[in-house]
């Protein structure tokens, strides 16, 4: 999880609210509902809004997740600043989320404070409210909870810091040249970012601190 910054929603979903004043999510057709799915994706640089793997911003894997459920906040169903474009992975992320409350979000800055992610490719949450998200979203701080995401991140994780010059089980005492990297790595090309790169920060910054 990273923190996300909303722009300016789509305009097909600004004008179906001018035309439908009193309308709900679940009466928008599917031209709408692709417009905030594409718009939530491009702004998230293609990456899962909770787990940071890639997404397409197509139906084949991207869902518009709504971070305060509809049957829990109907009047910010259309609220574009309350929705995210989630990957749409089996019991995590979205389809764990339903209707739960989430105590800390990708809307917030300490998302990315809270959450502390590790080469194994655990995740612990440093406060009450992060343990909660990462239940709520199942995204993996044990591996009986969910085996598949650790082992995936872990994965590429390592490939990515590989591919950057750096071996994980030496890892890099220069600062400088963490810090260099922290920012090609938070730099998307082509408005992308590489599949966990939010997750390598992570761990970069844990580097620079110790």
């Not at 722009?7 to 035309?19: F, H, M």
């Not at 031209?31 to 939530?40: D, G, L, N």
């Not at 194994?120 to 239940?135: C, E, M, P, Q, Y």
């Amino acid at each position: 999880m990273r923190k996300i910054i909303k722009g300016n929603e789509p305009t097909p979903l600004t004008v179906w609210k001018r035309a439908n004043p009193s309308g709900r999510y679940q009466q928008l057709t599917n031209s709408e509902r692709q417009a905030i799915r594409e718009a939530c994706t491009h702004e998230q640089q293609y990456l899962c809004a909770y787990c940071c793997q890639t997404i397409s911003g197509t139906t084949a894997d991207t869902m518009n997740e709504h971070v305060e459920a509809r049957d829990k906040a109907a009047n910010k169903s259309l609220d574009f600043n309350n929705i995210v474009a989630s990957c749409t992975t089996s019991y995590q992320c979205d389809d764990a989320h339903g209707s739960q409350p989430l105590p800390l979000t990708p809307l917030m800055d300490e998302c990315e404070t809270e959450l502390q992610f590790m080469l194994s490719g655990r995740v612990n949450g440093l406060t009450d409210r992060a343990k909660s998200a990462i239940s709520v979203l199942n995204l993996g701080d044990h591996e009986r909870n969910n085996k598949r995401l650790i082992e995936k991140r872990k994965y590429l994780t390592h490939s990515l810091l590989l591919e950057n010059g750096v071996d994980p089980d030496e890892g890099l005492e220069d600062e400088e040249l963490l810090l260099m990297l922290i920012d090609d790595l938070s730099t998307p090309r082509d408005g992308r970012l590489a599949p966990y790169a939010p997750v390598v920060v992570n761990v970069l910054r844990q580097w620079i601190a110790a």
